[in-house]
């Protein structure tokens, strides 16, 4: 090898060494970059998944309400003579009626849906 040829190859070799150590920086800092990007990935996913568990616990909580209440056997103590009507009680406009609506008030309508 040459003299001229062997300052061109310790040029090329001393670029080569300095791009490496900036490709080497740069790769740091796109690792650098990925992991704040995984951590705030992985906040808001945890936030979600809060977010889902309490509508979870929601949707249960009403599903498992409205099932009760659909599912609650009525007795012949629920229901009491009711006038509906003014009357003296002799039967007419008189009827059986529940004595507590309280716990039937919470279904919903047949018109609203």
Do not use: H
């Amino acid at each position: 090898m040459t003299i001229t040829e062997s300052i061109k190859f310790n040029k090329v070799k001393e670029e080569n060494e300095t791009l490496k150590k900036e490709l080497a920086e740069k790769d740091k800092e796109i690792e650098s970059a990925e992991s704040r990007i995984e951590s705030a990935y992985e906040k808001i996913l945890i936030e979600k998944d809060k977010q889902i568990k309490n509508l979870e616990k929601e949707w249960k909580i009403l599903v498992c309400d409205k099932y009760d209440l659909q599912q609650t056997q009525l007795f012949k103590e629920d229901f009491g003579l009711t006038c509906y009507a003014e009357c003296n009680c002799d039967g007419d406009g008189c009827g059986y009626g529940l004595i507590d609506n309280s716990k039937y008030n919470k279904l919903p309508s047949k018109d609203v849906k």
